[in-house]
């Protein structure tokens, strides 16, 4: 079945380092993902999105990679501060609008 | 706008017993899904409704039934909680491409 998944479960960086969270999907038929953050005791909370015409997206201190080719895709958080410390997800699209999540990354980020 | 609201908050189950969690969401959007998050792994779909009047299953929807009341609102039923249902269960709605989530309801079934 279709799946997404997340290189690593946990990453730590210093503040003001850049972060990289990368997610791999295996549907080569997705044509929409999303990043979402989700801190301690809350909903995850949307942060970027990327369609399949697009290698590249830019936010506000964040950047999406899409590489289709090796379905993969990564979030880069600019200059990280303690309050990007939470549980990131990617999400892929399938049929119908529903999305398949990945397992999640824990950012942490030390002072 | 309240987004997505989510009640209870938090609920404690014996074995057996039966509740429904309830959702609702005021940005007239026509779908709406439930996701369970167990720990450590990301969220499964449970059941979703593409419109009023419409409902599917998700990918773990065994031992759940849905009811979408409106458009706003898209209720999840236990009907004998067992303890594998323990979890986080989050409702959605969609505008587009992107998923707006409400804050989760903690379950825990003893």
């Known amino acids: 079945g279709e799946s997404v998944g997340l290189h690593l479960p946990t990453l730590s960086v210093q503040e003001g380092d850049n972060s990289i969270i990368n997610c791999a999907y295996s549907n080569s038929a997705s044509d929409y993902f999303i990043w979402y953050k989700q801190e301690s005791g809350k909903g995850p909370q949307f942060i970027i999105d990327?369609?399949?015409?697009?290698d590249k997206r830019q936010g506000q201190r964040v950047t999406v990679l899409l590489n289709k080719t090796v379905k993969h895709l990564s979030l880069q958080i600019a200059a990280t501060q303690p309050g990007d410390s939470a549980v990131y997800f990617c999400?892929?699209?399938?049929?119908?609008?529903?999305?398949?999540f990945g397992q999640g990354t824990e950012l942490s980020v030390k002072p | 706008n309240a987004g997505v609201t989510q009640t209870p908050k938090f609920q404690v189950l014996k074995t057996g017993q039966s509740m429904t969690l309830q959702c609702a969401q005021d940005?007239?959007?026509?779908?709406m899904y439930w996701y369970r998050q167990d720990p450590g792994m990301g969220l499964r779909l449970i059941y979703y409704s593409a419109s009023e009047g419409t409902t599917d299953k998700g990918e773990v929807p065994n031992g759940y039934n849905v009811s979408r009341l409106n458009k706003r609102e898209f209720s999840l039923r236990l009907e004998s909680a067992a303890p594998s249902q323990t979890s986080v269960y989050f409702c959605a709605s969609r505008r587009g491409g992107e998923q707006y989530f409400g804050p989760g309801t903690r379950l825990t079934v003893t």
């Open positions: 990327i369609r399949s015409n697009m």
């Open positions: 999400a892929a699209s399938t049929q119908g609008g529903k999305l398949i």
């Open positions: 940005m007239n959007h026509n779908s």
